[in-house]
């Protein structure tokens, strides 16, 4: 009896592990969600535009001209957030530096930055779908319309109905 007793055990613990090691397996495993930023060049007078917000070099948290810029996640049901903060200008390229905070609702956030961004680029955001496969909108989320003295950069956000995901 005893011997009958420990074969049935043994069998239900080879059954059970190798169900385990089945359902493990058979999951696929999504990869880490990725952001990221593209610069599209010369974006500026090409699309409609929902708002417009100040950057200012190294501004503090308590800015009261806020860039934050929330839209529907075109994967989730959530609402996603980026807000571009202007780091500095380049005066022999006449170009800025940006870091971005993109928060993605439910997923993450990530701290991006971008640079030798020019006054009339678009700037991308890069988001994972529900299968963390990166895409990005061939309309730029931001425009760069000006630099000002080169501490302050005017920003046009786009309207997310002209965004058209493609994965990059």
Not at 22 to 27: N, W
């Amino acid at each position: 009896m005893k011997r009958f007793l420990f074969i049935a055990l043994a069998v239900v613990v080879v059954c059970a592990s190798g169900l385990f090691v089945f359902l493990r397996v058979d999951q696929p495993v999504l990869p880490a969600p990725q952001s990221g930023l593209l610069r599209i060049p010369l974006s500026a007078y090409k699309y409609q535009l929902c708002t417009e917000a100040f950057a200012y070099a190294y501004a503090t948290p308590d800015n009261p001209y806020k860039t934050d810029y929330e839209f529907q996640d075109p994967f989730r049901h959530t609402t996603d957030t980026i807000t571009p903060y202007l780091q500095g200008y380049d005066a022999t390229s006449k170009s800025v530096t940006f870091q971005v905070d993109v928060i993605i609702g439910h997923v993450s956030t990530f701290h991006l930055s971008i640079s030798h961004v020019h006054e009339l680029d678009g700037i991308a955001v890069v988001l994972p779908d529900l299968h963390n496969h990166s895409l990005h909108s061939t309309v730029p989320q931001f425009i760069i319309s000006d630099f000002g003295n080169g501490s302050i950069a005017v920003l046009d956000y786009t309207c997310p109905q002209q965004w058209v995901w493609n994965k990059t």
